[in-house]
């Protein structure tokens, strides 16, 4: 990408302007920082920058302890052995003097990409209307992704384990347990006085241990998919949120179907949240919500829901549909010949239902994810080779466990450069803001709110269940708590923001 | 709105509704009626249904032999449950609830670990027909005349077979029915047998609309109980029948009105004020009607 | 009128004599004494263990002496911390919230207990139906909780916060000292304690003894002249109280409570720890209870994906081979030997 792009693309970010202005401006700034991602290579004086333990000597060899704290039984530990596999393998990679490329980016705030290069960078709209793509960058291939990324992320770290310490895992399970996990976190917090925790699948479990976390000052990386707004000073969600999902995929469905969109969400925070997003924001690609139904998590049989779409006939429909209960939605609603195409942020790349549903349950589901399995670069493909050497029998790879094998070495990285394990003193480092090439693509820490820009692809998936995907955003920031003001360096904050906090969303969703 | 659709479309759900309820009950009320014993660890057995009609699915056997698979094994197993745990517990009720709950855990867990959080799907079979702009799924509409069919089924073997005969019998009067030389103990192995196995054919009838997992059985085990209890224990086959379609005859309406949620909280509403009602359930009051009328004539 | 110490030392519960006396006085100051031993972690460990003792109790009044089994008592346990994080939450800074929050909390708990025992009891129902209901009840609960995420379930400024739970509930407090600590840990002990030898007592009174009969013979007690349908419906309010005791004690210890707090699984657990024990004794399911919740965070903590395979194996076996419970078959044992002591086994943890 040239330099006279990347000003065409900051140009779009400060057009558009009417009534709701300020907030729509920041939308397009979010949306548009995925023309800003890219082509700032890595500055040649951190290449090669080597931290190993000889350099500075190791005041002790004691291992550092990285507490874990996943759902091995119980409900969820379907999500919880894949993040366990994750974490182990970015264990023994560092412990094998592995790392992956990335670096910290000087001048906290600046959005910078240390490798992936856009060939054709998707163009938003120069009316300042509304939100429409006017190209995005020529036809996918199939196969392969439309921009140029290192193919080998996995780099000699130059010392094995940390600062020449091995890194020991702690693995506890939580057991699908709030009360099993918050006693688990003063464990491994107050007894084994872990260097870093890495723990969380469900948005509950992470409330039921940040007090906890909060009141030891504890580094905590929270590695999943979740609704956002977490303003934390010592927690760092390296995960997607509604912002960098919603948004997109939105944006895709309705000009590729139509504006009219029924919402079916699961009726519990993540499903209300995500709802509102998609209310919120519809209007700014003149789609509307003809329909919207929350369904509790116990139910299972869906004839009605079905029914009502029937009746509503939207152009699609929007399924944000969560645990094991709600997956039979899709092959009832396949079996009662429901064909509108659908979108969420939450199937395949976590859950995979293609891969678990018989064709075509899933047929015609778009999902704006960061990472899933089928990611067609080189990179990934050596990811996943690594993982299925090492895990032979697992069936999937989602977009959690990919999360939690990044953070793990991100972790790594920041040790090395802080030349300690101290955890206030890691946490500075993290705040440098940082780009690591992870499986997915390039992924940038924005220091000041503690959450990650990621790569986001749409993953269209086929009649027969085959997954391509139909466009990509090389970076997309999860802007949200910027725009409400959070900067966690300047001013530390220990909750999580909800829309209702947010004037724009009194407009449309609440 | 074209009322034709909107009338097909809620006999259709009423359909659907009372299919899942009698199938998600069946086996679980013959263990009832027979040996006062609730099986908690129901909802794992049709699990392992789940499982094995998975197992032979994928291995290409087709749906219909899967199904029958299913309700061999599951029914074997309940087999050996009965002969190992459940037999020591005849005539503690409370004893019972609690032993199968500690199986239930154990099965579900135990299958996590053994074969991974994941079974490959069935295929459900294809092809709905559409009206207005409703279109209805056959294989719901097959369930509800599978389900009828197993009713017709049980019937008939509760009230025209030996077997039958000397099951209800038993469940009468277990001491007498011995006296006049009934194997009780043999009955109520069978009878377990057979409620494992339609508990096995349940998840396996099932397994189409679902994902297939550990936990799965937990989805049916409150609609499972509701069923039953409004059901009562006194006349197997017309307690199922009638607590099924009492309760898909306030479920659906309120469903489809006003939303799940409140359909679940109608269900359960209904359950209570049944139970305050007629506290042996809706069987006990048929089989006082069904008495009545054979004393008149 | 009997005396407070022949109700204390009556027959229906384990432990009579000198030695036994001698031996729960020692137990006591051991657990007195725990900050001279145990860290500040280690305690507030402890604390969770003590804290689930009176909704065992409660379940042990029931199901051991009243014979009526109850599938739900978390669901009690979930309402008190509900209106607890409710009142207390909007009282945050006036000393007394915590106070008036832990009473309303008992109070919800007692009502929707005295409702629901009100269709079941009054109606006689089968007792094979009471688990079942009430496990549909605590099943309901946790679906309605979990689908209050939305703003139009903000109480004053407390938000009931759908399946991620409520946070920031607030400590106990006395006056201004908010429990912490071991501080906390004492009042859980004290707590677990008085309600244990108020519930002996309890069934050492004549109305214990109507809940044996109730439990031995229903239609014999009523033919007696008792009115069994209220003796159970009180048993069962009382139930739910200890219960909601439980439940106060829990979002004070954790500040957190979510709807999977009155889920399937946590609805298990009081079955397990009570079954485990051995019903029909209140001192077996009180060392049960805690021996239970130990391992159970033993088996965690080790990261053992076997755990809830153990647990349940655990039950399978005990309900088999030891119907009456392992400590009162272990009790048992020793008092064959020897007829006075039945101490060794309170002492269950490290």
């Known amino acids: 990408m040239t330099d006279r792009e990347v000003e065409s693309h900051s140009e779009v970010a400060l057009e558009s302007s009417d009534s709701v202005s300020a907030d729509r401006r920041t939308v397009v700034k979010g949306i548009a920082a995925a023309g800003l991602g890219a082509g700032v290579a890595l500055p040649t004086y951190l290449r090669g920058f080597d931290y190993s333990a000889a350099a500075y000597g190791a005041q002790t060899s004691a291992p550092v302890k990285m507490g874990f704290i996943e759902d091995e039984s119980g409900n969820l530990s379907v999500y919880g052995i894949q993040k366990l596999h994750a974490a182990q393998l970015a264990v023994s990679e560092i412990n094998d003097g592995k790392t992956l490329k990335g670096a910290p980016d000087i001048g906290a705030g600046v959005l910078g990409a240390a490798a992936s290069i856009a060939k054709n960078p998707p163009v938003i709209s120069k009316d300042g209307t509304s939100l429409a793509i006017v190209d995005d960058g020529g036809d996918k291939s199939p196969v392969d992704l439309a921009y140029v990324e290192d193919a080998e992320i996995l780099i000699d770290s130059g010392e094995k384990g940390i600062l020449g310490r091995e890194l020991k895992l702690l693995s506890s399970d939580g057991q699908s347990n709030n009360a099993v996990w918050q006693q688990l976190a003063r464990k491994l917090i107050q007894e084994d006085k872990v260097d870093v925790l890495v723990a969380g699948f469900a948005s509950a479990e992470r409330e039921a241990i940040r007090p906890i976390v909060d009141q030891f000052k504890q580094l905590y990386f929270y590695t999943n998919q979740y609704e956002g707004g977490v303003a934390d000073a010592n927690t760092f969600c390296t995960g997607p949120v509604c912002e960098q999902q919603v948004i997109p995929t939105v944006q895709y469905m309705v000009e590729k179907f139509g504006p009219k969109c029924y919402t079916i969400a699961a009726d519990y925070n993540f499903g209300q949240l995500t709802a509102a997003w998609t209310k919120a924001f519809i209007p700014l690609v003149s789609g509307k919500i003809i329909g919207e139904e929350f369904i509790p998590l116990s139910v299972s049989e869906f004839s009605q829901v079905i029914a009502r779409i029937q009746a509503a006939k939207p152009d699609w429909v929007m399924t944000l549909l969560v645990g094991q209960n709600h997956h039979n939605y899709y092959p009832q609603a396949a079996a009662a010949g429901l064909k509108y195409p659908m979108a969420s942020t939450v199937n395949m790349a976590q859950g995979y239902e293609h891969k678990r549903f018989a064709p075509p349950s899933l047929a015609r589901m778009h999902n704006a994810i960061q990472y899933q399995l089928e990611v067609p670069t080189a990179r990934n493909r050596a990811f996943v080779k690594r993982w299925m050497t090492m895990f032979p029998d697992d069936p999937y790879i989602g977009e959690m466990a990919q999360n939690t094998y990044f953070t793990i070495h991100l972790y790594a990285k920041a040790a090395r450069l802080a030349h300690t394990v101290d955890q206030q003193k890691v946490k500075r480092c993290l705040e440098m803001g940082w780009t690591i090439e992870a499986p997915e693509g390039s992924v940038f820490l924005e220091p000041g709110t503690h959450h990650c820009a990621h790569p986001i692809r749409l993953a269209y998936c086929d009649e027969k269940h085959n997954v391509r995907f139909v466009r990509d955003w090389p970076m997309i920031q999860a802007w949200w708590l910027q725009r409400l003001g959070v900067n966690l360096i300047r001013t530390p904050e220990f909750k999580q923001y909800t829309p209702d906090e947010d004037p724009y969303f009194k407009m449309f969703a609440l | ?297 | ?350």
């Open chain 2, 1 to 297: 709105m074209d009322v034709i659709g909107v009338v097909a479309s809620v006999a259709y759900q009423f359909c659907t509704n009372a299919a899942f309820l009698l199938l998600c009950a069946l086996g679980l009320i013959i263990i009832l009626g027979m040996m006062n014993i609730i099986n908690l660890a129901h909802g794992e057995l049709m699990m392992m249904g789940a499982y094995a009609a998975s197992a032979s699915y994928s291995r290409g056997a087709p749906f219909w032999l899967a199904s029958i698979i299913a309700f061999v094994v599951v029914g074997m197993f309940g087999a050996a449950l009965e002969m190992t745990i459940v037999r020591r517990f005849y005539g503690r009720e409370l004893g019972a609830l609690v032993v199968t709950w500690g199986v239930s855990l154990v099965l579900s867990q135990g299958f996590l670990l053994l074969f991974g959080p994941f079974m490959p799907p069935i295929q459900i079979p294809e092809g709905n027909i559409a009206l207005g702009q409703y279109s209805f799924s056959y294989y719901w509409l097959a369930m509800f005349v599978v389900a009828a069919l197993l009713v017709v089924a049980l019937w008939w073997l509760y009230n025209h077979t030996d077997i039958g005969l000397q099951a209800r019998a038993t469940m009468q009067n277990p001491a007498m029915a011995r006296a006049l030389g009934v194997d009780t103990r043999r009955i109520y192995m069978m009878t377990f047998t057979l409620g494992a196995g339609l508990a096995g054919l349940s998840g396996a009838l099932l397994a189409p609309t679902t994902s297939i997992m550990p936990f799965m059985g937990q989805q049916f085990v409150a609609s499972a109980f509701i069923t039953v209890v409004v059901g009562g224990a006194t006349n197997v086959v017309a307690g199922a029948v009638g607590s099924s379609l009492l309760l898909s005859l306030v479920k659906t309406p309120v469903g489809f009105f006003l939303g799940a949620f409140l359909g679940s909280v109608a269900l359960l509403l209904a359950a209570l004020i049944i139970i305050r009602l007629l506290p042996d359930g809706i069987s006990a009051a048929i089989q006082r009607r069904l008495d009545l009328r054979n004393r008149i004539r």
């Open chain 3, 1 to 350: 009128m009997a005396s407070p110490f022949s109700l204390l030392n009556g027959s229906e519960d384990l432990g009579r004599g000198p030695i036994f006396w001698a031996g729960a006085a020692i137990v006591i100051a051991l657990f007195l004494a725990v900050p001279l031993y145990l860290s500040d972690f280690a305690a507030y460990n402890v604390s969770y263990y003590l804290l689930n003792i009176p909704m065992a109790l409660g379940l042990c009044l029931l199901w051991g002496y009243c014979g009526v089994l109850s599938f739900g008592q978390v669901a009690y346990f979930g309402i008190a911390g509900y209106a607890y994080g409710v009142i207390a939450g909007n009282l945050v800074g006036q000393s007394w919230g915590p106070a008036l929050g832990s009473l309303g909390g008992l109070i919800a708990a007692a009502i929707v207990a005295a409702i629901f025992g009100y269709f079941v009891f009054f109606a006689r129902v089968q007792m094979w139906i009471l688990p079942i209901l009430t496990l549909v009840l605590t099943l309901l609960l946790e679906t309605f909780l979990g689908q209050t995420a939305g703003y139009q379930w903000r109480v004053g400024v407390v938000q009931l916060g759908g399946y991620n739970g409520m946070t920031g509930i607030p400590a106990f407090q006395i006056g201004a000292f908010v429990l912490s600590g071991y501080a906390f840990f004492y009042f859980a002990f004290c707590i677990a304690l008085v309600c244990y030898v108020a519930c002996r007592m309890l069934v050492n009174s004549r109305h214990g003894k109507v809940m044996l009969a109730i439990r031995e013979d229903a239609l014999r007690t009523e033919m007696l002249g008792y009115d069994i349908r209220v003796r159970q419906w009180l048993v069962f309010i009382l139930a739910a109280l200890l219960s909601a005791l439980s439940g106060l004690l829990y979002v004070q210890w954790g500040n957190y409570i979510t709807p999977s707090q009155v889920g399937l699984l946590s609805a298990a657990l009081p079955v397990i720890w009570v079954a485990v024990g051995g019903r029909e004794k209140l001192l077996a399911v009180v060392i049960s209870t805690y021996a239970l919740n130990w391992l159970n965070y033993r088996l965690a903590s080790s990261g053992n994906q076997y755990a809830l395979v153990i647990i349940g194996a655990l039950l399978v076996i005990v309900m088999v081979f030891f119907p009456r419970g392992l400590v009162v078959t272990l009790a048992d044992l020793a008092g064959r030997r020897s007829t006075l002591s039945k101490t060794s086994t309170a002492r269950a943890h490290g």
